[in-house]
């Protein structure tokens, strides 16, 4: 293997304790906690992972987590009025309503009902418009722990050819405007693309946000290039023993790094600094709403 291993499970664990010190000064010196509201519709249990450990993590770096539990049969309207009553309430910054939701919930109706300023993940159609129009906004958690990695990891940047393969809104289209914002050549690239694998070789980043277990090769990979797997599939792993499964990116691993500059892990890559640009934009919607400076390098 050649590749440098991006390891986001270290480096989520640095953004972390950053927020932490800027958490508790902000106690100290404005009597200010930022506030994180966490809401569940029913009982999937991977949503159920997914909200304890952010709660776990929020009040680790000294917030306050509000969770909002609700049952599967709850009505929109009750939702929307749990929203506004959260919208109004000066100790939450932060409002994040786990998806996906009941079928009978309409999910961008929802997500648009969330203060802007408090969206702290980014998908209302105002922060998504921002993003677009390279203004202020509140950034998509998973975009924003991928750029932050390409920062640390090349410093600039600037000229470097991009490309993302898949265009969905909450990780492909906002990590391909980040990209652009930094002054990359941007390429988008999805299920209709022609000759995925030559679009592919011409990148300098390749970011793969697709959905399908270690389909991105080796050989599609540009050597020396970096390669950013925002992947999470779950597969049958016969030899760890009989009906046991193992998690694997969207990038086949062993075969990218033999020829890429740089890699992430699946898992221990784009997943931890997911939760930790949750917690960052969680304070720098505090900052924002309080006329504070908002923290460095925590921000696109
Ligand atoms: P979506 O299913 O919303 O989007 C998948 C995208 O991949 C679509 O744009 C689709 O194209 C494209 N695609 C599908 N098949 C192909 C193909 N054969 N060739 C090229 N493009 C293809 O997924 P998400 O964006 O929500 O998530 C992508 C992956 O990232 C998933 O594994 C998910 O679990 C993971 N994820 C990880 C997070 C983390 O914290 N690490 C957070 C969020 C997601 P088209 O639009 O044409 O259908």
């Known amino acids: 293997m050649s590749a440098t291993l991006i390891d986001g499970k270290a480096f989520a664990a640095t953004i972390r304790s950053k927020v932490a010190d800027h958490v508790a000064r902000l106690k100290k010196e404005q009597d200010l906690t930022p506030g994180l509201a966490v809401i569940l519709v029913g009982e999937d249990p991977a949503s159920q992972v997914y909200v304890r450990s952010k709660g776990k993590q929020t009040t680790e770096v000294g917030m306050t ?4 539990k609700l049952a599967a049969d709850t009505s929109e309207a009750e939702l929307l009025a749990l929203i506004q009553h959260l919208n109004a309430n000066p100790e939450v910054h932060g409002i994040l309503v786990q998806l996906p939701l009941p079928d009978h919930m309409d999910e961008d109706l929802v997500i648009n009902a969330i203060d802007p300023a408090k969206d702290v993940d980014g998908f209302h159609i105002s922060n998504v418009g921002l993003l677009g129009t390279g203004q202020k906004s509140m950034v998509p958690c998973t975009p924003l722990g991928c750029l932050m990695m390409l920062r640390n990891h090349h410093g600039s940047l600037s000229g470097m050819n991009a490309v993302v393969i898949g265009r969905s809104n909450i990780v492909g289209k906002p990590m391909a405007q980040l990209l652009l914002g930094d002054s ?19 990148a300098d980043i390749v970011v793969a946000a697709v959905g399908r277990p270690e389909m991105v090769p080796g050989d599609w990979i540009q050597p020396g290039a970096t390669v950013i797997d925002v992947g999470i599939n779950r597969i049958e792993a016969p030899e760890k023993g009989e009906g046991k499964t193992r998690l694997v990116g969207d990038c086949h691993y062993a075969s990218c790094a033999e020829v890429a500059g740089a890699i992430t892990p699946v898992p ?19 900052c924002r709403a309080n006329g504070l400076p908002e923290p460095d390098g925590l921000t696109a």
């Open 65 to 68: 987590s509000f969770e909002h």
């Open 268 to 286: 221990g890559g784009v997943g931890p600094m997911t939760i930790a640009c949750l917690l960052a934009n969680t304070l720098t919607a505090a």
């Open 184 to 202: 990359c050549t941007v390429t988008v690239a999805h299920s209709r693309t022609k000759d995925l694998a030559e679009v592919v070789r011409r």
